[in-house]
C-alpha cells in the first residue's frame, strides 16, 4: 500500500513530464483508479458552494487550571462561502461544526500537521470513494488531501474523524473529531430550533494525568481488546459537564458518542421521558419518547428539550444509568478499581443543565417529521438468504467472520452490486461455541495454561463483548433485532433504549445480539469499510472493505 501512495505521488510529479505519464498511466488506473489519482490538487471545474481549509496539527489548550493539556486539533478556515458554516467550538479541542445543505458542494482542503499520517473520514456521508478517507488514502505531514463532493444526505447528525489504519483510536482520542451537520429543504419546513436553540452535545471519555496530559491505553494488549475507558466525561471537548440554557424555550440538542469504545445509557434523572426526534442520517417519521436511550459508539440522537415550563435557576441533569455491559464492563469493573471510577455499566452524570436565564422562543415539536419511506425488503436481491457477518474472537484477535484487516482486500461475500438492495445480518456472536472455541480448543497462540486462565478469567471465560457495527457510504434501516442470544440480564438492562426506526449508519450490538439490516448500493462503484467502532477494535483489525461494482 504505502508502495502505491509512493508511486501516485511520483506520478503527480512526473505528470508534467508527459513521456512518463504514458507509462504509469495504466498501472495506477489499475490500482486506485483514475479520480483519486490527483487528490492534492483542486479540480477547477469543480464549482464549491463552500470551499475551506481543515487542518489537523497538535496544539496546547487550557482546559484545566494550571498546565496547559497538549491536544490535536482540527482547524477550520473558510476560503470560499459563507464563514459562518464552519463554526469553532468555544475553547475546546473538538474540530468546528460545518453545516452544509443538501445539494450543496464542498471543497475540503485536508492539512495534514501532525507527526504520522491521517486522512479525514465522514461518518455517515454518501460520498464517493476518493472522498471516503479511506486508510489507504493517508497523508503525510506536509502533505494536503482535497475533497470535492457534493451533499446528497438527506438532513441528519453527521461527523468526521481521522481514519489511518491502526491510528483511529489515538487520534481521535487527542482530539480529531467534529460535527457535520446536513440541513434541507423538508427539515427547514418543519421549523425545528435553530441558531443557540440547536445545541451541540459531543460525549466522550478521557483520562488525564496529574499534569493535565492526556493518557491513552498503556497497559497492553487486554486493555486493547478491551478499548479504552475514561475516568471522566468531557461535553463538547470541556472538563466542565454543564450547559446554560434558558427558561421557556424549547431546544434541539444533537447527542454524538464520540467516545473510543464507552457507550451509554442516557436518561433525565427526574425520570422526564427522553423526546428523540433525530437517529444519525434522518429524522424520525415522529417523535419518540423514550425512558432512556443506548447510545453505542458513533451513535448520533437528536433530542428535543422543552423548557417551557421549567422555572429560571431550575437544573436538569442527565445520567447515563446502570446496565449489565457483557464482558467489556466486568474487565472495566475488575481491571478499573483503583484506576477507573467510571466502570461501563454504571451510573454517573453525563451532563448538567442550568436553566439560569430566561427567554422565549415559539418552536413546536412537530408529530409528523420526515417523510420515512423505509426500503422495501421485497426489493432486496437476497430478501431470504442475507449476507451475514459475524463479529467474533478468533485467536485473541477480533474478526469479522474470522477475518482481519487488509488495506485492499476484499473477498467475494463482501462484493456487492451497484444498483441493487440487499438484506445484511450482522451477528455479535461467531466460532464454534459463543466465540470462545479458539481459546478452548486452539491453544497454540497461548504460551501456557497458566495465561490461559489467567485470561479466561480476565473474560468470564467468554469472549464476547458489546461491537458497534458501522458501515460506510450509506445509511440502512433497521429490519429486525433478534435478541433470542442474549443473556437475559444484559438484554433486560438495555431493552428499552434502543431506536430501529430512521436511516443509521451505526447500531449497537449486545453479546449474543444480531440485527438485520437493509441497504442499497447506489450512485458510487468503490472499494468502502464496514467495521465494528469500537476505535480499539477497529485499530486491531476488526474492520474490513467491501466493494460495490
Ligand atoms: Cu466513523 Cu469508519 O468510521
Ligand atoms: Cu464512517
Ligand atoms: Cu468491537
Redesign the pocket.
Known amino acids: 500500500m504505502e508502495k502505491n501512495k509512493i508511486d501516485r505521488r511520483n506520478f503527480i510529479k512526473l505528470g508534467s513530464l508527459g513521456a512518463t505519464v504514458v507509462i504509469t498511466w495504466p498501472l495506477l488506473n489499475s490500482c486506485n483508479g483514475f479520480a483519486s489519482e490527483n487528490k492534492n490538487t483542486i479540480n477547477p471545474d469543480f464549482q464549491a458552494d463552500l470551499d475551506f481549509e481543515l487542518t489537523a496539527k497538535e496544539t496546547d489548550i487550557q482546559l484545566f487550571q494550571g498546565n496547559t493539556t497538549k491536544v490535536w486539533m482540527f482547524e477550520g478556515n473558510v476560503l470560499d462561502g459563507d464563514k459562518t458554516t464552519v463554526q469553532k467550538l468555544g475553547k475546546s479541542y473538538l474540530g468546528p461544526i460545518i453545516r452544509v445543505r443538501k445539494g450543496q458542494k464542498i471543497r475540503v482542503r485536508f492539512k495534514n500537521q501532525l507527526p504520522e499520517e491521517s486522512i479525514v473520514h465522514w461518518h455517515g456521508m454518501h460520498v464517493p470513494e476518493e472522498d471516503d478517507g479511506h486508510p489507504k488514502d493517508v497523508i503525510a505531514n506536509g502533505e494536503t488531501y482535497v475533497y470535492e463532493f457534493e451533499i446528497m444526505n438527506r438532513a441528519g447528525t453527521y461527523w468526521f474523524h481521522p481514519h489511518p489504519h491502526g491510528r483511529t483510536g489515538p487520534q481521535v482520542y487527542n482530539g480529531l473529531a467534529g460535527l457535520f451537520v446536513v440541513t434541507d429543504d423538508e427539515e427547514q419546513r418543519l421549523k425545528l430550533p435553530s441558531g443557540e436553540y440547536d445545541v451541540p452535545v459531543v460525549l466522550q471519555d478521557r483520562q488525564f494525568d496529574n499534569n493535565n496530559q492526556l493518557v491513552y491505553l498503556n497497559r497492553g494488549r487486554m486493555d486493547r481488546m478491551n478499548?479504552f475507558l475514561g475516568n471522566r466525561i468531557l461535553i463538547n471537548g470541556n472538563p466542565d459537564m454543564k450547559l446554560s440554557l434558558k427558561s421557556g424555550c424549547a431546544y434541539r440538542l444533537r447527542f454524538l458518542n464520540g467516545s473510543n469504545?464507552r457507550f451509554y445509557k442516557l436518561a433525565w434523572e427526574d425520570g422526564t421521558p427522553l423526546v428523540i426526534i433525530g437517529k444519525d442520517g434522518s429524522l424520525l417519521d415522529s417523535p419518540k419518547s423514550k425512558p432512556y436511550v443506548m447510545l453505542g459508539v458513533a451513535e448520533r440522537i437528536d433530542v428535543w428539550l422543552d423548557l417551557k415550563n421549567r422555572p429560571q435557576g431550575s437544573q436538569m441533569i442527565m445520567k447515563s444509568l446502570s446496565f449489565s455491559p457483557g464482558m467489556m464492563g466486568m474487565m472495566g469493573g475488575m481491571m478499573g478499581r483503583g484506576r477507573n471510577n467510571l466502570p461501563l455499566g454504571s451510573t454517573y452524570e453525563i451532563l448538567k443543565i442550568n436553566i439560569d436565564k430566561t427567554g422565549s422562543n415559539d418552536f413546536e415539536l412537530p408529530q409528523r417529521l420526515a417523510e420515512f419511506n423505509k426500503l422495501d425488503p421485497a426489493t432486496a436481491v437476497n430478501r431470504n438468504n442475507p449476507r451475514t457477518f459475524r463479529?467474533f474472537m478468533r485467536r485473541m484477535q477480533?474478526t469479522i467472520n474470522g477475518r482481519t484487516w487488509e488495506m485492499t482486500g476484499v473477498t467475494e461475500e463482501e462484493t456487492v452490486k451497484l444498483n441493487t438492495t440487499e438484506v445484511w445480518e450482522i451477528v455479535n456472536r461467531g466460532g464454534r461455541m459463543m466465540g470462545n472455541d479458539d481459546m478452548m480448543g486452539e491453544r497454540g497462540w497461548m504460551r501456557n495454561r497458566g495465561e490461559m486462565d489467567r485470561d479466561r478469567g480476565m473474560m468470564g471465560g467468554g469472549m464476547q463483548?458489546?461491537?458497534?457495527f458501522h458501515i460506510h457510504h450509506l445509511q440502512f434501516n433497521i429490519l429486525e433485532r433478534d435478541v433470542s442470544g442474549v443473556d437475559s440480564r444484559i438484554w433486560n438492562s438495555v431493552k428499552d433504549g434502543f431506536i430501529d426506526e430512521g436511516w443509521q449508519d451505526t447500531v449497537l450490538l449486545m453479546p449474543g445480539m444480531s440485527v438485520k439490516l437493509i441497504m442499497r448500493f447506489e450512485d458510487f462503484k468503490g472499494l468502502f469499510l464496514y467495521h465494528?467502532?469500537?476505535l480499539?477494535?477497529?485499530d486491531m483489525g476488526?474492520m474490513r472493505n467491501f466493494k460495490i461494482e
Not at 463483548?465 to 458497534?468: I, L, S, Y
Request: aromatic letters at 14%; charged letters at 15%.
Open positions: 478499548g469504545s463479529f477480533w463483548m458489546p461491537h458497534p465494528c467502532h469500537n480499539e477494535h477497529e476488526m
